[in-house]
């Protein structure tokens, strides 16, 4: 499946310091793809220490 990128593609964020072992992206992007929802599921590496300063300069629909 190829993953729609667009200047409307939501962007949704796993944050996590590490974040490096995270694998639902993949699978979560597709599922939301296949459904018809552009949008995608990135995984975002933040320190708890720069943590409110990323929130507030983020651009995320949604964020776990």
């Known amino acids: ?3 729609q990128l667009d200047g409307a593609t939501r962007l949704f964020g796993i944050i996590g310091d590490p974040v490096a072992q ?3 992206p993949a699978g979560l992007t597709r599922a939301m793809q296949a459904r018809g ?3 995608v599921l990135v995984p975002l590496h933040v320190a708890a ?3 409110a300063d990323f929130l507030l300069g983020a651009s995320l629909r949604g964020a776990s």
Request: hydrophobic share 40%; aromatic share 0%; with cysteine.
């Open 1 to 3: 499946m190829n993953v």
């Open 49 to 51: 220490t720069d943590l």
């Open 22 to 24: 995270v694998q639902s």
């Open 37 to 39: 929802c552009n949008a």
